[in-house]
């Protein structure tokens, strides 16, 4: 990281110059305003759409135009095996193996059939712990959850809440909830990254303290996949879910993803709904009664892969392919760090960074929390052409993503807001 920064076009302009993933900028459309395309960044809501979804989605429908039905065997990327283009992408991004991940469904509906498989409350223990101002789709997946099995939510469900005048909340204070819950535990199910504050969990801490309760550990990493380096194998992670959207590039409502740890992908006695393209490939087709799920996490598949809901993800993943999530996390670092010191400059609007300044707690998220003002500084960073997320009541998130932000457009938001009197 560097030592200093400076407050300029030409130290900006610099940083690009010597960035190796600057040429990546080139593959992604832009919106425009007054001409020119925008400082975007709004990655961690909706990401920008590669150049070559076009490309490939002619692609498909030609396919289907020439072959109709005979398209699952014989289209350039046969439909019968479509999901298979993602495994090993989506592997090295989540650190996983292969067979451990899958492209399928959207992410609550994957949500909602990975609880229905490890939340199986016994007993006393039945209770979750989730953060405290998750995601709504996560709070509403656990509270209906908890009802199916004629739980309470307001028992069941245990919250984990940043202490008194604290904006982010403490691993230690995870761990000791998780300790106190003991033996009523069944399930933690955590953000990965909070969408709101953009703090980064200890996810591998978080899951030894679930699996020392007994219970198990599932995260929601939309805000993390393709933000930051996952190794979910090796830290025995349960299970996790994600959409494909934000970092991924791959289009509104697109295709989401899952990882199940291949010790209960092998496991017959974990439950899970069937789903005629979660059965075995080789007898799917037989058309014959009795579920026998693949021996992988493709098992939680449903129905057949949506083609062309995925074009944009097989695109946005070539993508990463070629950039490294590496490479991708060390620009993010230097990018978010220089972001971050240009916003400490801005003393005369009313606002607290909210996000952790240690770079391994976070991804490439700064959230901004005004006193006040906040909508009118959001309103002029918008009529600006900078393009930045805002969330009720009072916070503003800028998100510098590293496959197509660049160190001239914080500049370039850093002047708007200096411009704001």
């Not at 459309?29 to 001409?35: R, S, V």
């Not at 005048?165 to 909830?177: C, N």
């Not at 194998?233 to 509104?252: I, L, Q």
């Not at 990018?335 to 240690?358: N, R, S």
Request: net charge negative; hydrophobic share 40%.
């Amino acid at each position: 990281m560097p030592t200093s920064y400076e407050a300029s076009l030409s130290y900006a302009q610099s940083q690009d110059e010597i960035d190796i993933l600057f040429p990546f900028r080139e593959r992604f459309h832009f919106p425009k305003h007054e001409g020119k395309d925008v400082a975007y960044f709004c990655g961690n809501s909706l990401g920008l759409q590669p150049k070559s979804v076009g490309y490939l989605m002619q692609q498909e429908l030609d396919d289907w135009a020439k072959y109709g039905v005979e398209g699952h065997f014989e289209a350039r990327n046969p439909w019968f095996s479509y999901h298979h283009l993602f495994s090993e992408r989506l592997a090295k991004i989540v650190g996983a193996k292969k067979e451990e991940v899958v492209a399928t469904n959207t992410l609550t509906v994957n949500l909602h059939l990975l609880m229905l498989s490890f939340y199986r409350p016994q007993g006393k223990r039945y209770k979750i712990l989730m953060e405290a101002g998750a995601f709504p789709s996560d709070q509403y997946a656990v509270e209906t959850q908890v009802r199916m099995y004629g739980f309470d939510p307001e028992d069941a469900i245990i919250e984990i809440s940043p202490k008194e005048g604290a904006y982010i909340t403490e691993e230690e204070d995870i761990i000791q909830k998780i300790e106190e819950a003991g033996e009523s535990l069944a399930l933690v199910m955590i953000g990965g990254v909070n969408y709101y504050t953009g703090q980064f969990f200890d996810l591998k801490r978080i899951t030894e303290a679930a699996h020392k309760a007994g219970a198990y550990a599932g995260f929601d990493l939309a805000h993390a996949v393709g933000n930051i380096p996952l190794q979910l194998h090796d830290w025995t992670v349960d299970f996790a879910c994600w959409c494909s959207y934000k970092y991924m590039n791959s289009g509104p409502g697109g295709i989401g993803g899952l990882y199940v740890h291949e010790h209960h992908c092998s496991n017959p006695k974990i439950f899970r709904l069937g789903g005629w393209w979660g059965n075995d490939e080789k007898t799917r087709f037989k058309m014959e009664k009795g579920f026998i799920p693949q021996n992988n996490a493709g098992s939680w598949q449903m129905s057949n892969a949506p083609v062309f809901n995925m074009v944009a993800h097989n695109a946005a993943l070539d993508i990463f392919d070629k950039a490294g999530i590496a490479a991708l996390r060390e620009k993010s670092e230097r990018m978010t760090g220089y972001m971050e010191w240009l916003l400490k400059q801005v003393k005369h609007l009313p606002f607290t960074i909210i996000t952790p300044a240690d770079p391994k707690r976070r991804g490439c998220q700064l959230s901004m929390l005004f006193g006040d003002r906040g909508r009118e500084v959001f309103d002029k960073l918008t009529n600006a052409g900078v393009v930045a997320d805002w969330r009720e009541p009072n916070v503003i998130r800028i998100a510098p993503v590293p496959l197509y932000n660049t160190f001239e457009d914080c500049y370039r938001l850093y002047e708007v807001l200096m411009s704001i009197e």
